[in-house]
């Protein structure tokens, strides 16, 4: 199995950046199609964005194509996600999963491992 440990988040302003990273330990991630999901205050857990195995092929949520990419480095273990343009809406923990299969990104049952999540708050 594998440990995930999300860092990255901060405070920032509305039209700011930040990156987040997924760290793995134990078994290598390059096992693994990777996913990041948040969830706001009150809100359902959301899929954010997805990347398969190989990182030949990522997914998006339509709320964010065009300003976050996923990327992964399987040489370090880590998984990432540079958000772009932020809006207040974005504010939200933000969570790295881990699967074995392909394919229903945006189901987070599909996902079996999760990290502890990170605190992204964007001020307007």
């Known amino acids: 199995q594998v440990q995930l440990v999300e860092s990255g988040g901060d405070l920032v302003q509305a039209g700011g950046s930040l990156r987040l990273s997924c760290a793995a330990s134990?078994?290598?991630?390059?096992?693994?199609?990777m996913g990041w999901f948040r969830q706001a205050p009150g809100k359902e857990r959301e899929f954010v964005a997805a990347?398969?195995?190989?990182?030949?092929?990522?997914y998006y949520a339509d709320s964010v194509k065009g300003r976050f990419t996923i990327s992964r480095d399987n040489a370090k273990n880590t998984v990432y996600l540079q958000m772009n343009s932020l809006k207040p809406e974005d504010t939200a923990v933000y969570y790295c999963?881990?699967?074995?299969?392909?394919?229903?990104?945006?189901?987070?049952?599909?996902?079996?491992?999760w990290g502890q999540g990170t605190q992204v708050t964007v001020s307007s």
């Open positions: 990347i398969t195995r190989s990182g030949g092929n990522t």
């Open positions: 134990g078994r290598t991630v390059s096992w693994y199609a």
């Open positions: 999963a881990a699967r074995i299969s392909e394919g229903l990104w945006y189901d987070d049952k599909k996902y079996t491992y």
